[in-house]
């Protein structure tokens, strides 16, 4: 594909956490953005709100929601390349509001697919590392099982299959990119390196966390994104799930650890069962095997965990009220 100067994209979900860090990526390298945002009453467009004027200024914002056909439709309509971001994402929301997940992920992602086919765009499909489940060998590489052990990775599983049925039965090209556990700026309390700092830099002399023993592979919000660029970008990526992760592991609990001493804090650690996962739910490790990307596009992390989780720290410490006000998300 070349260049992305000048490139008309489309970013669903571009207002999130990751899709955020995105869309500075794509107006960065001179494409041309379009955003389909969640759309809401308060005319608040999540992290866009608070982009550079750069950002603000380079992108259309496009209010809507991915249920809705029609709509998607119309903001595929003239794209070259579609980035599908756009999903229900919190898992323990989902024990108790499954059928949303289907809705929002299965059936929005049919969606996009049907109006990239229509239009002629290529189509870069966002999933997850949770779709493998509790690791049977690490590390995991795009062959490893896939285990529904909650109704979101159900509903991802699902939108990956949606996604990819599209390249088989009528030659759309899709990619399919699966990030591991994404953290860094802008990512709200509702994930864990975000909770354990905001109750860090709160003074708090417990730790409130659910499960400390999982291990999992965090990768920097940047070198996700350029992931994602890398493989949209790649020819060898279409009709295959590609993983993008750092190849480390950390449990739970040495996390803490490690960001107690970055930010010079100590902490009990108390056990908070509002947390906790059903007991068949809980994915005790996740472990990355990049190669196939490294392979086929090039791309390697390059933010180190140390490095990225003391810039994600210096971003939690100077927006702690917006954290502290809304408190731990399901």
């Not at 005319?43 to 709509?71: F, M």
């Not at 493998?132 to 285990?147: F, K, M």
């Not at 023993?213 to 920097?220: A, E």
């Not at 020819?235 to 650890?257: C, K, M, P, Q, Y």
């Amino acid at each position: 594909m070349g260049t992305w100067t000048g490139k008309r994209v489309l970013v669903t979900g571009g207002e999130g956490f990751i899709g955020s860090h995105l869309v500075d990526l794509l107006v960065q390298q001179g494409a041309q953005v379009t955003v389909l945002v969640y759309y809401n009453s308060f005319g608040r467009w999540g992290w866009l709100d608070t982009a550079s004027e750069e950002v603000r200024n380079a992108i259309t914002i496009l209010p809507g929601d991915v249920r809705d056909a029609r709509r998607v439709d119309e903001a595929v309509e003239g794209q070259e390349v579609v980035f599908h971001l756009a999903a229900l994402i919190g898992i323990p929301y989902s024990y108790h509001a499954a059928e949303s997940y289907v809705q929002t992920n299965v059936t929005g992602t049919f969606h996009v697919a049907e109006a990239c086919r229509r239009h002629g765009a290529r189509m870069i499909h966002t999933s997850t590392s949770e779709v493998y489940g509790t690791a049977l060998r690490v590390p995991i590489d795009e062959d490893h099982p896939l285990q529904p052990q909650s109704p979101y990775s159900a509903s991802k599983i699902g939108a990956d299959m949606m996604a990819l049925s599209y390249f088989h039965a009528h030659e759309l090209p899709v990619a399919v990119v699966r990030p591991f556990n994404t953290y860094g700026p802008r990512q709200s309390t509702r994930a864990v390196i975000p909770t354990i700092l905001a109750q860090l830099y709160s003074g708090v002399k417990e730790l409130h966390l659910g499960s400390i023993s999982p291990k999992r592979d965090f990768n920097y919000a940047t070198d996700t994104a350029s992931g994602f660029l890398a493989l949209a970008d790649c020819d060898e990526a279409l009709g295959r799930a590609t993983n993008i992760g750092s190849g480390r592991e950390i449990s739970i609990g040495d996390l803490v650890e490690l960001l107690c001493e970055i930010t010079g804090r100590s902490v009990e650690i108390t056990t908070d069962e509002d947390r906790l996962r059903p007991t068949g739910s809980e994915v005790e490790r996740l472990l990355c095997d990049h190669s196939l990307a490294t392979r086929i596009s090039g791309w390697t992390p390059e933010i180190s965990l140390e490095e990225g989780l003391r810039r994600t720290a210096e971003w939690v410490e100077s927006h702690l009220v917006e954290l502290e006000a809304g408190g731990y998300h399901i």
